[in-house]
């Protein structure tokens, strides 16, 4: 028997990305920081700014967003890839079930 999840308690990562100025991402990230309390990530790139929330449930995390500066790529994601191997195959090396 797992851990029992109230409505209270945290059940999934949160971000946010946005173009609008914001002028204080901490302020807005009260909001949505309960719903990831594990470990925040505040970027600001190419005009937008970007806060990822994680909720840490299994294996290594990693913090987001993901960032290939050379190609100018940002990415945030939510939720799980449970065929990550085969989808990486040889052609990447994950550091973590997290990747």
């Known amino acids: 028997a797992g851990e029992e999840r109230t409505a209270a308690s945290p059940s999934m ?4 990305a946005t173009s609008w100025l ?3 991402l901490t302020y807005v990230n009260f909001f949505l920081r309960p719903r990831g309390p594990d470990h925040t990530a ?3 790139l190419y005009g937008f700014s ?3 929330n994680l909720l840490h449930m299994t294996g290594e995390w990693v913090s987001q ?3 290939d500066a050379q190609q100018g790529l940002v990415a945030l994601y939510n939720g799980e890839i449970y065929n990550f191997e085969a989808l990486a195959g040889s052609r990447h090396h994950l ?3 997290g990747d």
């Open 50 to 52: 970007f806060v990822h």
């Open 95 to 97: 550091r973590s079930d």
């Open 22 to 24: 914001v002028a204080n």
């Open 42 to 44: 505040l970027a600001t």
């Open 13 to 16: 990562c949160s971000f946010l």
């Open 65 to 67: 967003p993901f960032i």
